[in-house]
Nanobody, 122 residues
């Protein structure tokens, strides 16, 4: 059974950086899957942040373009999100997802991780 586990979240001051990871287990042909990051801030709906396909083509939400970088290591079945120049409005629970597609649609997600909290203080 496909299982996703995020790690690397935490607290950082505005302008700082964090890198979160998502390790997949119980999956074959991981390299074929579209992988994505979503986030949900308190009192807000979950939104797509970034996605990456099997050819390493990426997509980003406008709010994170130029600051966040999504990447994958298919040999390790692991997805990453490097977050730079963090802002307080980036504070949220970050979820790894299998699926989502280049338009980062939640209804296209096959499996969710449990989430990793990122808190940015001003």
């Amino acid at each position: 059974q496909l299982h996703l586990v995020e790690s690397g979240g935490g607290s950082v001051q505005a302008g700082g950086s964090l890198k979160i990871s998502c390790a997949a287990s119980g999956v074959t042909h991981y390299h074929l899957y579209y992988m994505a990051w979503f986030r949900q801030a308190p009192g807000k709906e979950r939104e797509g942040v970034a996605g990456i396909d099997r050819f390493a083509a990426t997509t980003y939400a406008d709010s994170v373009k130029g600051r966040f970088t999504i990447s994958r290591d298919d040999a390790k079945n692991t997805l990453y999100l490097q977050m730079n120049s963090l802002k307080p409005e980036d504070t949220a629970m970050y979820y790894c997802a299998v699926g989502g597609g280049p338009r980062l649609r939640q209804e296209q997600v096959l499996t969710w991780g449990q989430g990793s909290q990122v808190t940015v203080s001003s």
